[in-house]
């Protein structure tokens, strides 16, 4: 049986419901800085002790801790936890800058414990389903990807008690690995420049961003245009992505009418089609029959936590472990830079490599010696 801790108990409280249901698992603690949230998510799951200091909450006898707390404390939590040898599923993104991403690599790479980021957009099903159809060759190389994430919470960027929440402190493109996840996953690629450009504040002045967009330029020569909002007019909320190959696109559509991940599709293998064709995928799998689902959390937190549990029972590479979970998230760190710099270029570095090229460096010298 692993011992499960979560932390952050509004998103949180879906990993709390998925974990309690997982057989080789129990929930044997949660923390909320809010107490009352803490003691009711324990009171519903017998079993689980409540907490309001992580600090107390990571000491205890753990095997796995999840995070779903705000961006500035994934990477100290995660760090904590894994310097613990704790397995940890921490929410998005991976880090709030450079140094922290580092710092978290250091600790991943030092650790007993596993580390995955929880990018849930990765497992989606109709991302599933273009990962596949890419990996059959229906698209041929890919050329060029687009994708936006546009969710106006301005309801959220406020406390109860009127100051800024963390979400109106972030710049919004580094909220990016909803977009860039599902892209970059299709063929495991990662992005190698950017150049980013921001609106300033228009829709409330002295307030966050509207909204930022970046190119990219990645390691496998294709191009991806990403677009984010927090605070723009749109609803609902709109996931896009397309994605151009030599031989075919897929794009999921804008119509608000259409559940998201609706693909439109056009392949050159297909002889005689005269337009694109439309394809009634989803977010949903047509699989995964859970409670849960019921539960309204949809079916992709399932199938994450699923592949992230297997991957600790079999010894395995987590799906979306720290190397990949930095090319997810860095990529927007660099395009905010960009942006802040009048929109220069600027190249995005690959810490898990360096870090790796560091290693053999130390171990060649020290042979040497
Ligand atoms: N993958 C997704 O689809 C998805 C959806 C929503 C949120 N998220 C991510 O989940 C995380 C949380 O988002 P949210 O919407 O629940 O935020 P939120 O601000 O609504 O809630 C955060 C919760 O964490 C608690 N908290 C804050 N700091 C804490 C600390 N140091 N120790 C213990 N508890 C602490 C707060 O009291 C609050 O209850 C964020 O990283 C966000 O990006 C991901």
Partial sequence: MLKVGVVGLRRGSVFVEIFSRMPECQVTAVCDLRADLAQAMAAAHPGAAA?????????KD????????????????SVAALSRNRHVLCEVPAAGN?????????????SK???????????WAFVEAWREMVREGRLGKLLHAECEYIHDMRELIRGPDGQPT???????????????????????????KAVGFST????????????????FQTAQGASVKLLRGLIAERRPP??????????????TSRSPEDPVGTTLAMFRDVPNLPRMMKMPLGLTHANVAWPVAALGYGTAEIVMVRAFLR????????????????NMTVPGLVAHVSAERGSAPLPVPDLAAEAEAEEQAKEEAAKKK
Avoid at 204 to 215: C, H, K, Y
Avoid at 240 to 250: C, H, P
Avoid at 311 to 326: E, F, G, K, Q, W
Wanted: aromatic residues 8%; glycine residues 6%.
């Fill in 51 to 59: 907490y309001t200091d992580y600090d107390v909450m990571v000491d």
């Fill in 166 to 192: 963390w979400r109106a402190v972030l710049p919004p493109i580094h909220y990016c690995t909803h977009s860039l996840g599902p892209v970059l996953s299709l063929t495991e690629d990662r992005c190698v």
């Fill in 113 to 123: 414990g596993k580390y995955m980021m929880a990018e849930n957009g990765v497992f």
């Fill in 311 to 326: 991957s600790l029972l079999d010894d395995t590479r987590p799906p979306v472990d720290i190397a990949t979970a930095l």
């Fill in 62 to 77: 753990l095997d796995v801790v999840v995070i779903a707390t705000p961006v500035q404390s994934h990477v100290e939590q």
């Fill in 238 to 251: 709109l996931h896009y992505y397309s994605i151009y190959g030599t031989r075919g696109v897929l794009e």
């Fill in 200 to 215: 300033g504040a228009n829709i409330l002045p002295g307030g966050p961003i509207d909204m930022e967009v970046a190119m």
């Fill in 98 to 110: 450079l140094q922290d991403c580092r710092t978290l690599l250091r600790a991943a790479r030092a």
